[in-house]
């Protein structure tokens, strides 16, 4: 599914994000920067080394070797992916006592948008963030997501947002909520 919102294009797919030839993809990190599982895994297996290293440099010279703060992100190299950046934020786990949560899910779609642009990327690719270890459910992240990308590409030239969906399920949750937001 693609639309348009002012001169920009949002676009759902299913597939992986490691193959996205986009000028940024987004890595759904924690905050040690220094990988784990799930989609983090797979953006650091495809990208190679050069990832983790540069991730270590980021801890160092940007936060003082401090651990990325949920919602924040920071931009890397792609190295060996098609992409020439990554930009890594930190999604929140779920929590339902703490509606929190959701507004600092808020952030890492506006934080990396953001952060794209003033890279000069016009194509970003998103995983869907916080929805696997994180436990957020696929119909409230998607909300969220989506309306997140929609206010900002109605205020800013960006050019495309990619929305990658790993299921065929977590694609029509996503489907259904961006239909909902269009209406
Ligand atoms: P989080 O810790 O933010 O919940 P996960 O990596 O556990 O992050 O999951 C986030 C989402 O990314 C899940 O929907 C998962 O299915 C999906 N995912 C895992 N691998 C890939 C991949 N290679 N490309 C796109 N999405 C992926």
């Not at 190679?48 to 540069?54: I, S, V």
């Not at 990554?86 to 952060?115: A, F, K």
């Not at 957020?136 to 989506?146: D, G, Q, T």
């Not at 694609?171 to 909520?177: D, K, L």
Request: charged share 20%; glycine share 8%; with cysteine.
């Amino acid at each position: 599914m693609k639309t348009e919102i002012n001169r920009n294009t949002l676009e759902l797919i299913t597939g992986d994000i490691t193959e996205q030839e986009t000028d940024a993809i987004v890595n759904a990190a924690n905050g040690s920067l220094l990988g784990g599982g799930g989609v983090d895994g797979a953006i650091h297996r495809a990208a190679g080394k050069e990832l983790l290293e540069a991730c270590k440099e980021v801890r160092q010279e940007q936060l003082a070797g401090e651990k990325l703060s949920t919602g924040e992100a920071v931009i890397t190299n792609g190295y060996n992916l098609p992409a020439n950046y990554v930009i890594h934020t930190v999604g929140p786990v779920w929590n339902e006592r703490d509606q929190h949560q959701e507004d600092l899910l808020v952030n890492c779609y506006r934080n990396s948008l953001e952060l794209a642009m003033t890279h000069n990327a016009t194509s970003i690719a998103f995983p869907s963030i916080s929805t696997g270890v994180y436990r957020f459910s696929v119909e409230l992240a998607a909300n969220i997501a989506l309306q997140t990308i929609t206010d900002f590409l109605t205020d800013h030239d960006l050019g495309n947002v990619v929305m990658v969906l790993f299921s065929e399920n977590d694609y029509a949750t996503y489907e259904t909520s961006l239909r909902k937001i269009q209406r």
